[in-house]
């Protein structure tokens, strides 16, 4: 990313709601004064279902060169499920090596946690089959793919993101007490990171009683890390807890930046509402401020953020939302 030029920047709009939210995202951005060069890319369940194309290899090298990618939401009634998330999202997850999933929970005056999933392992690796497939006696195993490496670069992560925060602590969920192999490896290699940052408080949860506590105490944490399927559910139940999913950004990193991040809701395509200008923007709004944080535009980033404030409790239409918004920036 040279410093003469704009940032470059891939656009999914995809399915449902996500090409209205996307464009509101992409209002706020240009209020924000910060100059992008759009490329859009059409792709999701729509484009699937009219010419089979979910994902081709080429589209995919084609995106190392950009900067980042803005990602509305995908998913479609039509489609089976997988086809898309497998072939679309995680091949980009996967691809990209997006190895951090950062998801911020914020609610005021005491909720402000980060929750940092693991995003290219685990049991999402696809790792299993079936044997004997539509007998009575079908096997299904579907493993958890744990290696050291991965597991050490995402948890090196949320410690340095928890050392550079104002309460610098950190909590590791897993169930250590029944997944006692992946978890011991997390479990080791969280301890022996925690080694290199002594001004990091450092905590353990196994995920169930995680869950207890989000509910009836979440303003304890300050960063969380976590493997991929817990980190998936425990940051839904985030969105739940601080304000609605309707709020709930996400970042899918490359922290090396040896391609691009993608950033995207954690809500899905909401089919139902597709269309009715009854979405709300403010996950794809704060979405877009975590790409251009990432993108060394913190001025901006924190003036969207700022606009945010109460946008996820506001009436109106998807447009109107992303009107009042932009006016704040
Ligand atoms: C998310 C979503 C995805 C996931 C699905 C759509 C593949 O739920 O981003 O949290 O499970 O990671
Ligand atoms: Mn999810």
């Not at 089976?80 to 497998?86: Q, S």
């Not at 550079?164 to 969920?173: D, E, I, N, P, Q």
């Not at 006692?180 to 196994?206: C, I, K, M």
């Not at 899918?252 to 979405?279: K, Q, Y």
């Amino acid at each position: 990313m040279g410093p003469s030029r704009n940032h470059r920047v891939g656009v999914i709009g995809g399915d449902g709601i996500g090409p209205e939210v996307l464009a509101e995202a992409l209002k706020v951005i240009e209020a924000s004064g910060v100059d992008l060069d759009l490329v859009e890319y059409d792709l999701g369940g729509a484009r699937y279902l009219r010419d089979g194309t979910i994902l081709p290899d080429e589209i995919l090298e084609e995106w190392r060169d950009l900067d980042a990618i803005l990602l509305g939401a995908v998913g479609h009634p039509d489609v089976a499920p997988g086809v898309i998330e497998r072939g679309l999202l995680l091949k980009m997850r996967f691809g990209l090596d997006l190895y951090v999933n950062q998801r911020p929970f914020v609610m005021p005056p005491d909720l402000d946690m980060v929750v940092i999933r693991e995003n290219t392992e685990g049991t999402y690796a696809g790792e299993g089959g079936f044997l004997r497939k539509g007998t009575a006696h079908e096997i299904a195993t579907q493993g958890s793919v744990n290696t050291r490496f991965g597991v050490e670069r995402c948890v090196r992560y949320a410690f340095e993101l928890a050392a550079g925060r104002a309460r610098r602590h950190l909590t590791l969920v897993h169930k250590t007490n029944v997944l006692n192999f992946s978890g011991d490896l997390w479990q080791r290699v969280f301890d022996e990171v925690a080694e290199d940052h002594p001004g990091v408080e450092t905590t353990y949860n196994h995920v169930d009683a995680a869950c207890i506590h989000f509910v009836e105490s979440p303003e304890r944490y300050d960063v969380i890390v976590t493997d991929n399927l817990f980190g998936d559910i425990l940051t839904d139940l985030g969105g739940a807890i601080s304000g609605g999913i309707g709020l709930a950004a996400s970042a899918n990193l490359n922290p090396d930046r040896t391609g691009p991040s993608m950033f995207e809701p954690v809500h899905g395509s909401a089919p139902d509402i597709a269309g009715t200008g009854r979405a709300n923007p403010t996950a794809a709004v704060l979405s877009a401020a975590l790409m251009l944080e990432f993108l060394g535009e913190a001025d901006a980033a924190e003036r969207i953020r700022k606009a945010c404030t109460g946008s996820g409790q506001m009436g109106g239409t998807t447009s109107e939302i992303g009107d009042t918004i932009a006016a704040k920036v």
